[in-house]
């Protein structure tokens, strides 16, 4: 009887926007949490008993007196947390940075002010504490208990000449207060000499420290010193790889580091290191477990590229986290044999292999936790804008006073993009009540970085002779329609167009359709917009690939072309629709169904921009949205339903 090779696992382990993992075992059980930056709720709580499969309990910070995002600024937020287990009571500590933008030269900056919150039932998510905050200000906050029930805060911080460095004082608990002054535990010696994501851990009598070296970017890194005195050092910093860098030395083809072989002084650091690797890059943000069988493992943050041709595009999933097993050698942890890592894991890890392809059928309920199902806001609530009794069987969002590209409480719930091949679909039955308001579908980035197409209302067009028109206060973005710059409200029709425009008492509105885009070229969004000349439900479908993302509609509505006047002189994408299945011919995906109509694409690479006032730490969600205008919300719901995200996972995941 032949016996079965083994298999790889796939990595990332959790795909899509899971950045800065940190990692306990109780038991059999695995508890995973990772940052979530603007999102609400904050620190998914992810369990598993095979490192693998993962799956979402809650989230740690679920209630305003945990966390409050109101003005969070695109890509400010929770920063990577600490999960640790202490004599049955579970702790996370970790801050919120709301603004980094300054007024001006003399505006001094609001650092973040570190917390934790505990719980002795893990499984209840909605059980943890309200805060308790610490006297110190900083990012990447963790706790230490050592054996003699002493308490450690270690926090990176800027103090003095360091651009950003770990330290560590005594806390009391109960308190948070600090028992002594900061000590220094470690400065960058690598890139940008910024050392940060501090994890101490004890184990056969060493005092271990992990940090996460050269920034989060292609310098990422992750380093390890130990001490035999205490968590306040002096620290003896692992052997390093030298100018090589975490090089592969694997001379035999053993899958070994030769240098660690015995014969020669073993090399640590950096731990992990995968510089311009074509697959994996800025690994770092490291924490460490071990596993019921005394084995060892990894998890950390890294992202894959995206490549275009030749050129390597940052990925739009954002930074994931990725697993590597861990070997214990002369007092030191080796991660992944010092191979680079990749998406598949070793083989010999006996660890399950996740399938290719999957599907998320985002249902609802009415008694069901939405958050508990992936579900996010973009920032803190400041109320409940969404109904799951409404329609019985979907969710009905009503729309708050605030444009969605406000750094406010939007009314958006967003779903993590979770690989780069994938189909969304949506159902959308929306009648807006007055000219401007809109519900639709996204795919989001950043408020400076995303796409929708959007049901929004028109004024009824009449038959009088005369023609007015209510003024509008012009919104700050620049819109364009049919190639010619718009100033005008949406909703409000442009000069020289058929038929009076007037208010309809509440009667409801005609229907348009908006595709709004950023421009490639500049900071500015376009739209392209096609009259919707039909009532009921809308079936609006993203179809995503590494490089692009296409939006399609249907199958009901007949959909004119575009509305325009003029040829287009500005680059904008918009063009007649055609009705026929060949609308999608020329997309990189499987055709669309022939009652679905192509209406527009965009580059992914268009979502990633490394402008200085973008986001480029978090990732791509896909979700849904509706606002008002005019300073008010809604007076209808957007009622959507038949969600649902069908993804292939390429190569390692």
């Not at 016996?3 to 926007?17: K, Q």
């Not at 009705?579 to 020329?586: M, Q």
Request: aromatic share 10%; hydrophobic share 30%; charged share 25%.
């Amino acid at each position: 009887m032949s016996m079965s090779a083994p298999i790889s696992y796939r990595n990332p382990i959790l795909p899509g926007f899971n950045p800065d993992p940190s990692i306990i075992r109780v038991g059999p059980d695995y508890f995973l949490i990772t940052s979530t930056f603007e999102y609400f709720p904050g620190i998914p709580l992810y369990h598993s008993t095979d490192l693998i499969n993962w799956t979402l309990l809650g989230h740690v910070l679920s209630r305003p007196s945990q966390l409050d995002l109101r003005a969070c600024e695109p890509g400010m937020g929770v920063f990577a947390p600490t999960i640790r287990h202490h004599k049955g009571r579970f702790y996370v500590t970790v801050c919120a940075f709301h603004r980094k933008s300054r007024a001006n030269g003399m505006d001094p900056m609001i650092g973040p002010r570190g917390f934790y919150v505990s719980t002795t039932d893990i499984w209840d998510t909605k059980s943890w504490s309200d805060p308790t905050y610490y006297d110190v200000l900083g990012i990447d906050q963790d706790l230490f208990f050592d054996t003699d029930d002493r308490v450690y805060l270690s926090v990176s911080t800027w103090i003095g000449d360091n651009p950003g460095s770990p330290y560590i004082t005594e806390i009391d608990l109960d308190s948070g207060r600090s028992l002594g002054p900061l000590t220094l535990l470690r400065r960058g010696e690598v890139g940008n000499k910024i050392s940060e994501g501090s994890h101490i851990f004890k184990k056969d009598g060493w005092y271990y420290l992990l940090t996460a070296e050269g920034g989060t970017e292609v310098e990422h890194q992750e380093w390890v010193c130990r001490s035999k005195t205490g968590p306040f050092g002096p620290w003896e910093v692992g052997p390093t790889a030298g100018a090589s860098k975490g090089a592969n030395h694997d001379n035999n083809g053993d899958g070994d580091d030769d240098r660690n072989a015995g014969k020669d002084p073993i090399v640590v650091n950096p731990m992990v290191y995968n510089g311009n690797h074509p697959s994996v890059r800025q690994t770092g943000h490291m924490d460490l477990v071990e596993g019921p069988d005394g084995r060892w493992w990894a998890v950390f943050l890294a992202v894959r590229p995206v490549w275009d041709g030749d050129e390597p595009l940052l990925s739009q999933l954002g930074r994931e986290t990725f697993l590597a097993p861990v070997e214990w050698r002369d007092g030191w942890p080796i991660v992944n044999r010092r191979q680079p890592i990749s998406l598949d894991g070793p083989a010999d890890a006996g660890l399950p292999r996740t399938s290719e392809r999957y599907t998320m059928d985002l249902s609802f309920k009415p008694d069901m936790d939405i958050h508990s199902a992936g579900w996010y806001h973009l920032r803190t609530p400041l109320k409940r804008e969404y109904s799951l009794t409404h329609s019985p069987g979907h969710i009905a969002l009503f729309g708050g006073p605030y444009d969605i590209r406000v750094d406010e409480s939007v009314t958006m719930l967003l779903q993590k993009q979770t690989s780069f091949r994938g189909t969304w679909d949506v159902q959308l039955d929306y009648t807006p009540e007055r000219a401007g308001e809109e519900a639709g579908t996204t795919v989001w980035w950043s408020k400076w970085c995303f796409a929708s197409v959007g049901i929004r209302g028109v004024k009824r067009k009449h038959t009088h002779k005369h023609k007015h028109t209510r003024q509008h206060p012009k919104r700050p973005e620049t819109e364009t329609m049919g190639g010619q710059i718009r100033t005008g409200e949406p909703g409000e029709r442009e000069e020289g167009e058929e038929g009076e425009e007037e208010e309809d008492g509440g009667k409801g509105e005609e229907r348009e359709v908006v595709f709004r885009y950023p421009d490639p070229e500049g900071d500015e969004f376009k739209e392209t917009i096609h009259p919707l000349d039909t009532t009921g439900t809308v079936r609006i479908r993203i179809l995503a690939t590494p490089l692009q993302y296409t939006f399609f509609i249907g199958p009901s509505p007949t959909l004119s072309t575009p509305t325009s006047s003029a040829p287009s002189t500005s680059g904008s994408t918009s063009k007649p629709m055609s009705t026929s299945p060949s609308a999608s011919s020329s997309s990189p995906h499987a055709p669309a169904p022939a009652s679905l109509h192509e209406i527009g694409s965009i580059p992914s690479r268009s979502l990633v921009r490394t402008r200085a006032f973008d986001s480029i730490f978090t990732g791509t969600h896909l979700g849904i949205y509706a606002m008002g205008t005019e300073n008010q919300g809604c007076r209808s719901a957007a009622v959507f339903g038949g969600i649902k995200w069908e993804g292939v996972r390429a190569g390692g995941g």
